[in-house]
């Protein structure tokens, strides 16, 4: 995961150098393998594993860096979820045969988008500094979204669609040419977006070449949804493929992120005079949506398993930093939508030893009696 200072400072007060600031990603279990200058910023790489699927975005690190110390402070923002549509929605219709696999699928309509449309500067510059090619001013703006929030969304040329939209099972030899060139064979292992005639994506992967986006493309249809990352698993990996979108999904994407996504996108467009923008629209099938997991404290046990003196109501203070929610009344905690790999009460114990600091748990040599013989 590759992010700028200045984008985290979006979010965030940084007050350190830009080497403490990674010396406290790292003693956090988020290790940054590399830092660079470039002008007047610096571009941080992070090697993050594979259960902190919460910190691939900006938002996602600068929450962390907030959970691992309070001096980074959030910054006063107005959270908007306004959102006014200036265009009718298109007429398609939409069957989600897959929804346990897709049990979320939101999307919206873009209309006379001009050919002379430019990608806004400040978008322009944060994904030339971490790397990310620029390719339509739709399209960067939906990749400038994943890397800022963390959800993955797809572009399609919404007057090459034919007839209603199917997410479904590939069907056994199926071929998909994709955006990346190459051409695969699928089978029934492998999940698509498609129309009547044609495959649209493989879903949450990579799109197909016959309706991407183009600098001729009038009208756009952008979906934004939620695939189960245990559906999503090994998919990308088994036709020799990863994007940005795969490394998501497979980890785990909040499933709450898609309508802040498309939100987010909607206010750009109409900050920018883009284009026009439908509603927003959702499919849900909240029965196969992910439940956040009640979890009984035991602080004793916290304690004795790290091996530090720290109060019930310090405890509760760390994971409730982290986004968790506390009931005192039955002593239990949920984890948030984002943090897929709080499951179990030893994550908690893990959890809580991390944010108190690993450096600042006492190291004490074991005592052992030994009798000569």
Known sequence: MKVTRSWLENYIEITNTTDELCHDLTMAGLEVDDFSKIEDDYLIDIDLTPNRSDCLSAIGISRE???INSQYKYKSTTESNKHNPTCENADLKFNIVENKVCPRYGYMYLENVPSSCNTPEYINKRLRDIGITLIHPVVDILNYIMIDIGQPMH???ADKI???ITVRQANNKEIMSALDGNTYKLNSENIVVSDSAQIM?????????????????????VESAFFAPNAMADKARLLKLQTESSHRFERGVDYNLPRE????????????????????????????????KEVKIDHDNIRKSIGIDISDNEITDILLSAGCK???????????????????????VEEVARLYGYDNIPVTAEKINIEPS
């Open 65 to 67: 860096l907030n959970s």
């Open 261 to 292: 996504a498309l939100v987010f996108l909607s206010q750009i467009i109409e900050e920018n005079k883009i284009c026009d923008f439908s509603n927003i629209n959702f499919i849900d099938y909240e029965d196969f949506l992910p439940k956040t």
């Open 201 to 221: 994506s493989l879903a949450g992967i990579i799109g197909s070449e016959e309706i991407s986006v183009s600098g001729n493309t009038k009208n756009i249809l």
């Open 162 to 164: 034919d007839g209603e």
């Open 155 to 157: 572009a399609y040329d």
């Open 326 to 348: 506390f009931d005192k009344k039955s002593n239990t905690i949920k984890n948030p939508s984002y943090r897929y790999d709080l499951s179990i009460h030893s994550d908690y």
